[in-house]
């Protein structure tokens, strides 16, 4: 997989936050082949599993 501004070197652009946004590439990628299997129903219940695993309680934690 090809992640865009791989070699950016900013101290913002830390090991967490790449990953963070390798984690939520994964999850679209999961996304895109449900619907493309499945259409568009299942894909709300998806996205609240996604909330609810990332969100728990309303709070950001290191789910993924």
């Known amino acids: 997989m090809k992640i ?5 070197t900013a101290d913002w652009y830390t ?7 390798l984690a939520g590439t ?3 990628r999961v996304a895109a082949a449900v619907r ?3 259409g568009d129903t299942p894909i709300g219940r998806l ?4 909330g609810n695993r990332i ?5 950001l934690e290191d789910a993924l």
């Open 36 to 38: 493309a299997d499945k």
């Open 4 to 8: 865009i501004n791989a070699d950016v």
């Open 47 to 50: 996205y609240t599993a996604y």
């Open 26 to 28: 994964r999850a679209l």
């Open 55 to 59: 969100h728990p309680g309303g709070r």
């Open 15 to 21: 090991d967490d936050y790449k990953a963070g946004h």
